[in-house]
């Protein structure tokens, strides 16, 4: 616990200073950061990110019929 918080009031520089509402979106903005590190287990995952990105133009052809 004591890593996560040394983190968000690093981030909000003096401490002393710091707001209350600008602690919330400090810890806000941390905790949106932390959910966004997934963490890929199975590599068929990977694997299809990288086919979806070799396949760009197709995707953009699709939304522009309207088939997406």
Not at 7 to 19: A, K
Not at 36 to 42: E, I, P, W
Not at 58 to 64: A, G, H, Q, S, V
Request: aromatic share 8%.
């Amino acid at each position: 616990m004591g890593k996560h918080l040394a983190t968000v009031l690093d981030e909000c520089g003096n401490i002393w200073g710091v707001s209350d509402k600008e602690l919330a979106y400090c810890l806000a903005k941390y905790k949106g950061q932390l959910e966004m590190d997934v963490l890929h287990v199975d590599d068929s995952d990977i694997d299809s990110i990288i086919k979806d990105g070799l396949d760009l133009d197709n995707l953009f052809k699709e939304e522009e019929d309207g088939d997406y």
